[in-house]
């Protein structure tokens, strides 16, 4: 089993930037893929970024050039960037590592409980 921890949410104005980080631990070295996804209320959760074990990412066209991903080398923190904040960027951001190669929801082993965004016009 994989325990994935999110921590830096809160309020920020539109225009501002927020970094998220994300703790992992238990059987990490299964992980090849870590990543972060969101879901806005009445929507789905969608791909936000991901960064797989050979350093490849990806990333939603929504939020392309405004957000890094990151991970450290030992895979146990993911961390993502996310700059030029809008109100529509306002959501549950989730943490979630796969034991595999891929960036779909549904590919995705473990979840963490989540991190809110909130972006104020």
């Known amino acids: 089993q994989v325990r994935l921890v999110e921590s830096g949410g809160g309020l920020v104005q539109a225009g501002g930037s927020l970094k998220l980080s994300c703790a992992a631990s238990g059987m990490i070295v299964s992980i090849r893929t870590m990543g972060w996804y969101r879901q806005a209320p009445g929507k789905q959760r969608e791909l936000v970024a991901t960064?797989?074990?050979?350093?490849?990412?990806n990333y939603a066209d929504s939020v392309k050039g405004r957000v890094t991903i990151s991970r450290d080398n030992n895979k146990s923190r993911v961390d993502l960037q996310v700059n030029s904040l809008k109100p529509e960027d306002t959501a549950v951001y989730y943490c979630?590592?796969?034991?595999?190669?891929?960036?779909?929801?549904?590919?995705?082993?473990?979840w963490g409980k989540g991190t809110l965004v909130t972006v104020s016009s």
């Open positions: 960064i797989s074990n050979d350093g490849s990412t």
């Open positions: 979630a590592a796969a034991r595999r190669d891929t960036y779909y929801v549904g590919g995705m082993d473990y």
